[in-house]
């Protein structure tokens, strides 16, 4: 099944590319294809909530991306063995949740694919006329180099790091050293999923953690124990 990308308003909602693409020239100067500024945030997303969304925010303004990807994972190979919400609900969640902005799009190539989930993989399904930027926050930088063939990663992409909590910056720094990363200048959010799965699971709200679609969602469907 080809994969699907859905944005609230969409890229070409004119017919034309949004202003900022950059154009590759054939002869006679004539534009071939387009450059894309792309972002790309991936993760379980069990849920997704704001912290996310204010992660593609960052690096959407402050890296002058045309466009934030946000790609839930189909089967995490890092979490195998533990409970991990159904791959589409948390696809349906984070179609809800980029509907915020016009340059946030859902993807669900991982969503689609058999086997388990490697970045590696995803980053080959784009094309070459897709500039990268990986956005992950520090606790991941400073695990990349345990991901399956991470040195491809890290060759394709620019790394966009969020500061964590109880994460060093020079522990992260080492890590990367010598490959092209940047770090965003963010707050530490102290939320994840992880968080929010156990304050639903005691009956608290979740409301203003997470997009109100995606709370509603959460009730409706009895996530983590909501009512």
Known sequence: M???STRSLGLFASGLPRPGWLWRRGGHGRPILPVVQ???LGGTFDPPHLAHLFAGEAAYRDLELDVVTFIPAGAPWQKAGQY???AEDRWRMVQLAV????YFEADDREVRRDGWTYTAD???SFGSDDEITLVLGADAAK???SWQRSEDILDRVRVAVIPRPRVE???????LRGHNYVWLDTPEFVLSGTILRERAATGRSLRFLVPDSVWDYIQERGLYGAA
């Not at 509907?99 to 016009?102: E, R």
């Not at 910056?169 to 890590?175: I, L």
């Open 143 to 145: 695990g990349i180099l």
């Open 169 to 175: 910056r020079s522990d992260v720094d080492w890590v």
């Open 122 to 124: 995803t980053l080959e």
């Open 84 to 86: 991990v919400t159904g």
């Open 38 to 40: 792309r972002g790309i």
């Open 99 to 102: 509907a915020a902005a016009d």
């Open 2 to 4: 080809a994969n699907t």
